[in-house]
């Protein structure tokens, strides 16, 4: 059983930055976040192939997002960087094995989430 603790959540302005952070009692093959809007389907945002290091991104967030990994912590990073209020959503810290990345059924194990909210 792996378990997943997100943080850094919170209000920002547009054009602002967060840092969230996924404490995992253990790394699986993929780690990634998705989000969760009001009203809409969750969606993957980033993940992370933790025994490569390669990182892929919705095409939504490139160039504003990056996922990193602290082995020394078992800790996976999202910095959030030039949000947009379309970023307002709650997000998800996932840990899962072989399979598409932004597809939910990768995953086996789920934080809590996290909200973000971006303001204009």
């Known amino acids: 059983l792996v378990q997943l603790v997100e943080s850094g959540g919170g209000s920002v302005q547009a054009g602002g930055s967060l840092r969230l952070a996924c404490a995992a009692s253990?790394?699986?093959?993929?780690m990634g976040w998705f989000r969760q809007a009001p009203g809409l389907e969750r969606e993957g945002v980033a993940a992370m192939y933790t025994v490569s290091g390669s990182t892929v991104y919705a095409d939504s967030v490139k160039g504003r997002f990056t996922i990193s990994q602290d082995n020394a912590k078992n800790t996976v990073y999202l910095q959030m960087n030039s949000l947009k209020p379309e970023d307002t959503a709650m997000y998800y810290c996932?840990?899962?094995?072989?399979?598409?990345?932004?597809?939910?059924?990768?995953?086996?194990?789920w934080g809590q989430g996290t909200q973000v909210t971006v303001s204009s």
């Open positions: 253990e790394y699986t093959y993929t």
């Open positions: 996932a840990a899962g094995g072989y399979g598409s990345w932004y597809s939910e059924k990768t995953y086996s194990y």
